[in-house]
């Protein structure tokens, strides 16, 4: 049994063997089979009729159907952005300087002068006059009157002794004082203005009532007591506080008109008369006696203050207008 064994396993090894070497041993000079194919031969139109016949068979393919479009994922909510930080404010640029204007100087244009002209010559400088100080007017005190002292006569022989305490002395009692330096002319007064109203109104008043005292007017004298000076000052200033003779003419503003005004006893004015003027002409006369009037009658509108137990004295007033002066009569 145990030779058949052995013998069985060597049989084994050696097919196994040969199975796996065998073509080692075989020669490689063996010539490859040619392959034979049956042909046949086909003309032109046969071929385009049995083409046109496989393409007409052959059924189109169904086109494919296009695959659905995948559903789009839903959107996520942006994330709020974060709120961005305030810009810092840039600087504010500093101003450049403005460029300074240059001064552009015009070309100086050459003049030729067919003729030379001489340069001017140049005035002789003047010397200042020197002004002699005024020297403070010093009030100058009244010369010494000096008694002329008559010459002594030469002595003559006389019988009688004659004493020193007798005998006049020919020496003066006071020497006099040198006459004072000659003071420098007063510079002139400046002229007063003409507007001397109220010291003229008050001379010719003070005149006018003591005329009045003295004489009668119209025939009868009138009862009661006169104005006083007071009471004629206010009635002056009363009507000067609306006299104006504005802008008129040189002969207007020269010319003196005496107006007679008629009172009411409530002291308003009932009526203004040209007595007398001493206008160059008609033209000013008028002009300076409507001034006179407007004045009355303006300012006696309300009537003037005067006393009612005088009523007598101021019935009847004569005022005279002189650009100088205002007199009541």
Not at 161 to 183: G, M
Not at 186 to 204: K, Q
């Amino acid at each position: 049994m145990r030779i058949g064994y052995i013998v069985s396993g060597l049989a084994h090894l050696a097919l196994i063997l040969a199975l796996l070497f065998g073509g080692l041993f075989q020669s490689s000079r063996d010539e490859p089979m040619l392959a034979v194919a049956e042909v046949s031969f086909v003309s032109a139109a046969e071929f385009e009729a049995l083409s046109a016949a496989a393409s007409e068979a052959q059924p189109a393919p169904e086109p494919e159907p296009a695959p659905e479009p995948a559903a789009e994922p839903e959107p996520e909510p942006a994330p709020e952005p974060a709120p961005a930080p305030a810009p810092e404010p840039a600087p504010e640029p500093e101003p450049e300087p403005a460029p300074e204007p240059e001064e552009i100087t015009p070309p100086e244009a050459e003049i030729v002068a067919s003729e030379v002209v001489e340069a001017p010559e140049e005035p002789a400088e003047i010397a200042p006059v020197p002004v002699e100080e005024v020297a403070p007017e010093v009030a100058e005190e009244p010369a010494e009157v000096v008694e002329p002292v008559e010459a002594a006569a030469p002595e003559a022989t006389t019988t009688e002794i004659v004493t020193e305490a007798e005998t006049p002395s020919t020496a003066p009692d006071r020497s006099p004082r040198p006459p004072s330096r000659p003071s420098a002319p007063a510079p002139e007064p400046e002229p007063e203005p003409e507007n001397t109203a109220l010291a003229d109104a008050i001379n010719d008043i003070a005149a006018e009532v003591a005329a009045e005292n003295t004489t009668e007017s119209g025939g009868s004298t009138p009862s009661g007591p006169p104005l006083t000076r007071g009471e004629r000052d206010g009635l002056r200033v009363a009507v000067g506080r609306c006299w104006n003779l504005g802008s008129t003419s040189t002969d207007a503003m020269a010319t003196t008109v005496v107006v007679l005004v008629n009172m009411g006893r409530n002291g308003k004015p009932t009526g203004v008369k040209l007595v007398s003027s001493d206008g160059a002409n008609d033209t000013a006369t008028g002009i300076a006696f409507e001034a006179a009037r407007r004045a009355v009658l303006r300012c006696g509108a309300r009537g003037f203050d005067l006393p009612a137990e005088k009523y007598d004295h101021w019935r009847e007033i004569e005022m005279t207008f002189n650009p100088r002066s205002m007199r009541i009569r």
